[in-house]
DNA sequence: CTCCAGGAAACAG
DNA sequence: CTGTTTCATGGA
């Protein structure tokens, strides 16, 4: 099985992730841009659980807040208990008002990551997600799975996105529908615990043969 | 109670 | 340059 077998399998199994979750119609309504919800959530989801991270979302919509324009000029403190649920608030809430204040539709990688609190997974799902560009996002998920399942594993951010890329066409739907994938399959059974019963990947997995 | 979640920066050695 | 700690909330 290579990387690109584990893709095609993983789709047939959970079907299309349709990611990065974006509320279009709130956008829509409030004349607001959608990319801003990508930009926002992705910031707020670093080491935290989506779930939080929803309820920080639904806290700036209830004050269509949900927009790095209002974001620039609102009050920090008003922020900071809007976002309170997804964790890290008062570091977060300064990454957004950093942002808020330097985001561009043309913007580069190495402007996003001289941006204080944007690392480099931050800044691949917002180029990947936001803008469509082809950067492929690793998060721990994706490392843990290709050590588990391949038994491969570097050192650095870039040898894990040089590696997939070389294996994979350069399609930016691929790119977006496979970290999903990843995040997908993390979830139900590669947790940090892994719960091999009813893994898909069963039969295929090195960590099965090597444990 | 402990552990973990769609990281990144500061700090220590 | 590599490894460790800090930042914080909420659910399992």
């Known amino acids: 099985m290579n990387l690109l077998d584990l893709y095609n399998r993983l789709l047939e199994t959970f079907g299309y992730q349709n990611w990065w979750p974006v509320d279009y119609d709130y956008h829509k309504i409030h004349k607001t841009d959608p990319k801003d919800e990508i930009i926002i959530g992705a910031i707020l989801t670093q080491n ?9 979302l639904d806290n700036l919509k209830s004050k269509h807040a949900l927009s790095l324009n209002v974001i620039k000029t609102m009050d920090i ?5 809007l976002i309170r649920p997804a964790g890290f608030f008062k570091r977060k809430s ?7 204040n330097n985001m561009h ?19 691949d799902s917002i180029l990947l997600y936001a803008y469509d560009k082809p950067y492929f996002v690793i998060d721990a998920y994706t490392k843990r799975i290709l050590e588990r399942v ?12 040089f590696f997939i890329k070389s294996q994979v066409q350069e399609d930016i739907n691929l790119y977006k529908e496979y970290h999903a994938l990843i995040v997908k399959l993390a979830k139900e059974h590669c947790l940090k615990k ?3 019963e009813g893994c898909i990947l069963k039969d ?8």
């Open 48 to 56: 935290t659980a989506w779930k939080n991270v929803e309820k920080a």
């Open 77 to 81: 403190n008003l922020l900071q208990s």
């Open 94 to 100: 300064l990454i957004l008002k950093e942002i808020s």
């Open 105 to 123: 539709d043309n913007i580069k990688r190495d402007e996003l990551l001289n941006i204080k609190g944007i690392g480099k997974e931050t800044a």
């Open 150 to 161: 391949f038994n491969i594993k570097f050192k650095e951010y870039d040898e894990y996105a």
């Open 194 to 196: 892994p719960l091999c």
């Open 204 to 211: 295929s997995c090195e960590h099965m043969f090597t444990k």
